[in-house]
């Protein structure tokens, strides 16, 4: 019996530029309410895309952080350049 080998982690840039392309669909209210429709649940998919591979990105720095005893996580704060 061979293992069924894990799914791909989310392409996060993808799915983001993706995201971003339907929501300016969205925005300009050029479609039909049930295409409108269609690509709303679209967004939703790919938001939950973006939301999974953002986790798995923390889970891996967490998992880096504890294997070295002299790193720690500390809280980002971005300029305000």
């Known amino acids: 019996m061979t293992?069924?080998?894990?799914?791909?982690?989310?392409?996060?840039e993808r799915a983001l530029g993706d995201l971003?392309?339907?929501?300016?669909?969205?925005?300009h209210g050029d479609l039909s309410l049930e295409e409108a429709l269609k690509q709303f649940e679209r967004?939703?998919?790919l938001a939950r895309d973006c939301q999974a591979a953002l986790?798995?990105?923390?889970?891996?720095?967490?998992?880096?952080?504890?294997?070295?005893?002299t790193a720690a996580?500390?809280?980002?704060?971005?300029d305000d350049a």
Do not use: R
């Open 73 to 78: 996580a500390e809280p980002f704060e971005p």
């Open 3 to 12: 293992e069924k080998p894990s799914p791909a982690p989310p392409d996060f």
């Open 20 to 27: 971003e392309a339907t929501v300016d669909q969205l925005e």
């Open 55 to 69: 986790k798995q990105a923390e889970q891996k720095v967490e998992i880096l952080l504890q294997k070295s005893a």
């Open 43 to 45: 967004g939703v998919a």
